[in-house]
C-alpha cells in the first residue's frame, strides 16, 4: 500500500475557485495538496480573435475580483492574452418601456468590470500552481472517501490507490461537490425552471463596451462584451429560459438561431451573423445551512449557487478564497491549525450573510420579471425608470453590484 502524504492543507477541485485559493495560500509555510478530478487542458491558447476560439464559457469579474486576481499575480497574465474590459450596462424589460443605464462615470472608475474567458483564468492560475514548491497538483484523480480521524485531521483516500491526511479539507469541486455530500453537510435547494444557454456570437454592430440584459417573459437573456478584431464584434451570450423552450432553441440551425437571438435582442447590436455551438445547462439554486464543520471547509459553487441573471457566481466564489485565506493565514501567524472549529467559523460568518442577500436578490429579480399581471408589469416598469432617475440609489446598487461596498 502507497505512503499516506501528509499535508495541511487538500483542496478538492483545481478550477477557479480550488486553484485561487492555493495560489493565495502558497508562500506562507503551509503544505498544499490541490486534487484535481478531470485531465487539465493543457493545449495552447488560440492568439486570433475569431468566432471559434473564444471559450464558451466567460465570467464578468467586478473590480474587487480583479484586485484579487493582482494580488495573487495573475492579472498581468490575463491581460496579456486577452479580456474586454466594460464601461456601461444597458437593461431593459421586453414587456414594457422600463429601462436603466450604468456607466463608468457614474462611480468614478476606469471600467465597471471585465469580462474574461473562464479558461484564461484557470491557465493563468495554474501556471502560478505548477511553479509553486509548497503545493502539490495531484490530477486526474478522483477522490473516493474522506474520513475525519480526529476533530482535527482528515484522511482522503484517491481512485488511484494514493491517499493523505490534512489538518483542512477544502470543498471547491462544484456545484455537485462530493465532498459536500461525502461530508453530509445539508443543503437547501430548489429548480429555477430554467436552464441556461451560452454560445459565443459574431454581430454586425460594436458591442460599445457595453453590457446588455433583457427582460424577457421565458426568462433573462445577456450579451456580454469580447474582444474585436478587424472590424469584426463578438459577445458572449448567457440566455436562460424555461426549461420547456430549450430544446427547441438548441435545435435549431445555426441561421435560425442567429435570427431567433436577433429578434430577442431587438437587433440592437444588428445582425447576428454567426454563432458557435450552444451548450446548455439547468440552472439550481443551492446554499449549504452550513459553510464548515471541523476540518473542513466549502467555498464557492460547493457553498452556493446562484442564478447568472447577474453574473456574480464567480465574484461570490472569489469573496470567499479571499476570506478563507484571510482567515487561515491569520490563524497560522498565530500557530492555530487550519482546521480549527472557531477558525472557520469566523470564514462562515463573513461570508455567509453577503452570499445569502446577493442570492436572494438575484431569486427575488428573476420572479419579479416573470409575473406578466399588468399592475405588476407597469410597477417595475415605473420602477426601472425611478431608479435610473435616483442618481444616489444608482450608485449604490452599482457600487454593490461591483462589489465596492
Not at 462584451?225 to 459577445?235: A, F, I, K, Q, T
Amino acid at each position: 500500500m502507497a505512503e499516506t502524504r501528509q499535508f495541511d492543507i487538500a483542496i478538492v477541485g483545481a478550477g477557479i475557485a480550488g486553484a485561487s485559493l492555493a495560489v493565495a495560500l502558497s508562500g506562507e509555510g503551509l503544505s498544499i495538496a490541490l486534487i484535481e478530478a478531470q485531465p487539465l487542458d493543457t493545449a495552447t491558447l488560440p492568439t486570433d480573435c475569431s468566432l471559434q476560439n473564444f471559450d464558451p464559457r466567460v465570467s464578468a469579474l467586478t473590480p474587487r475580483s480583479r484586485a484579487l486576481l493582482e494580488q495573487l499575480g495573475v492579472w498581468q497574465s490575463i491581460v496579456d492574452y486577452r479580456y474586454c474590459a466594460y464601461h456601461h450596462m444597458t437593461v431593459w424589460d421586453a414587456q414594457g418601456t422600463g429601462e436603466i443605464e450604468f456607466d463608468r462615470a457614474e462611480v468614478k472608475l476606469p471600467e465597471l468590470g471585465h469580462i474574461v474567458e473562464n479558461r484564461v483564468i484557470t491557465r493563468a492560475l495554474l501556471a502560478k500552481v505548477e511553479a509553486a514548491p509548497d503545493i502539490s497538483l495531484l490530477h486526474p484523480v478522483a477522490l473516493s472517501t474522506c474520513t475525519r480521524l480526529s476533530s482535527s485531521r482528515m484522511l482522503l483516500e484517491l481512485e488511484d490507490g494514493g491517499a493523505l491526511e490534512a489538518d483542512l479539507l477544502v470543498a471547491a469541486d462544484g456545484a455537485l461537490s462530493r465532498v459536500r455530500t461525502m461530508m453530509a453537510f445539508e443543503s437547501r435547494e430548489w429548480d429555477y425552471g430554467h436552464h441556461a444557454i451560452v454560445a459565443t456570437v459574431e454581430v454586425a454592430r460594436s458591442h460599445e463596451n457595453t453590457a446588455w440584459q433583457r427582460f424577457l417573459p421565458t426568462g433573462p437573456l445577456a450579451l456580454l462584451p469580447l474582444p474585436s478584431e478587424d472590424g469584426r464584434h463578438y459577445c458572449s451570450i448567457v440566455w436562460s429560459l424555461q426549461e420547456h423552450l430549450v430544446d427547441d432553441l438548441l435545435a435549431l440551425e445555426d441561421q435560425s438561431f442567429c435570427s431567433a437571438l436577433e429578434r430577442a435582442i431587438e437587433g440592437r447590436l444588428g445582425t447576428v451573423i454567426g454563432s458557435t455551438e450552444r451548450l446548455a445547462f439547468p440552472l439550481r439554486q443551492r446554499h449549504a445551512v452550513d459553510y464548515v464543520q471541523p476540518g473542513v471547509a466549502l467555498v464557492a459553487d460547493a457553498a452556493h449557487t446562484i442564478h447568472p441573471l447577474a453574473g456574480q457566481g464567480i465574484n461570490l466564489g472569489l469573496q470567499d478564497i479571499a476570506v478563507l485565506a484571510e482567515e487561515i493565514l491569520a490563524g497560522h501567524s498565530r500557530g492555530v491549525s487550519p482546521g480549527q472549529l472557531e477558525l472557520l467559523r469566523r470564514y462562515q460568518r463573513r461570508r455567509k450573510g453577503d452570499n445569502l442577500l446577493m442570492m436572494t436578490a438575484m431569486d427575488s429579480f428573476k420572479r419579479l420579471f416573470e409575473q406578466q399581471s399588468l399592475p405588476l408589469r407597469w410597477l417595475r416598469n415605473a420602477g426601472m425608470r425611478a431608479v435610473g432617475q435616483i442618481q444616489p440609489l444608482k450608485q449604490q446598487l452599482l457600487r454593490h453590484a461591483m462589489g465596492l461596498e
